[in-house]
């Protein structure tokens, strides 16, 4: 079965330094694996995700991931965070060969910035 | 592109009611549709997931009964909440799959909050 954890409830970071928030997966095959924002009582904005090729992959916002096979992880980071960067963080797999299977989720991290 | 409305965006009904949530892709075709519901400070729970033109195919404890999911047409799911009680209080986001072209993103629309006294 596939899932997805993500081990921190929160993560306190002072503006202008990196911030890394972590995600490891479990799943029997090749996962693709991404990243979702979500601010207060609003849906979920993509961010980055991971299908193939380079393990270090760019997304928005300044975002970053980095793929890792040995460590089955994709943990997300920014080299410099922003005040504007706190909300709840998911990250989530799927199958690559699943058909027709939805994304499942982690429970997520709560990113706060401080100023 | 790629954007997926919910309407309405958040309800307020009472006990006993039905409500009914509507999902739409603005600029794609969405072979599939998803429905999560989230509970406050907790990740996404999938409750169903629908392609156009079949029945829903719902998750491990999730009444069919009671969240009625009709997808259409290619752009358009509605979710019916049928006789909602308080424990049904919830956000309910629905997500979309692009078809051939993109067939690994699922883009997720707004949400809907709803709240039964």
């Known amino acids: 079965a596939q899932s997805v954890a993500q081990p921190e409830d929160q993560v306190n970071v002072a503006e202008g330094n990196p911030l890394t928030v972590k995600c490891t997966y479990s799943?029997?095959?090749?996962?693709?694996l991404f990243w979702y924002v979500q601010y207060p009582n609003r849906g979920l904005q993509f961010l980055l995700k991971?299908?193939?090729?380079?393990?270090l992959v760019k997304g928005s916002y300044g975002f970053e991931a980095e793929f890792n096979k040995s460590q089955t992880s994709f943990h997300l980071k920014k080299p410099s965070a922003l005040v504007s960067d706190s909300a709840l963080y998911f990250c989530?797999?799927?199958?690559?060969?699943?058909?027709?299977?939805?994304?499942?989720f982690g429970k997520g991290t709560r990113l706060s910035v401080i100023a | 592109g790629a954007v997926v409305s919910q309407h309405p965006s958040w309800v307020i009904c009472k006990s006993g009611t039905s409500v009914k949530i509507e999902c739409r892709s603005l600029?794609?075709?969405?072979?599939?549709m998803f429905w999560y519901r989230q509970f406050p400070k907790q990740s996404l729970m999938l409750m169903a997931t629908?392609?156009?033109?079949?029945?829903?195919?719902?998750e491990q404890g999730v009444e069919k009964d009671k969240f009625l999911i009709n997808h259409a047409s290619l752009t358009l799911s509605t979710l019916t909440v049928t006789s909602a009680h308080p424990e049904d209080s919830s956000f309910y986001i629905c997500?979309?799959?692009?078809?051939?072209?993109?067939?690994?993103?699922?883009?997720f629309g707004p949400g809907t909050r709803l709240t039964v006294l």
């Open positions: 997500s979309a799959r692009v078809g051939r072209e993109r067939v690994n993103e699922q883009f």
């Open positions: 799943v029997s095959g090749n996962p693709y």
């Open positions: 991971y299908i193939t090729g380079d393990n």
């Open positions: 989530a797999v799927r199958y690559r060969n699943s058909g027709n299977t939805p994304l499942v």
């Open positions: 600029d794609f075709q969405a072979t599939t």
């Open positions: 629908s392609n156009e033109g079949s029945k829903a195919t719902y």
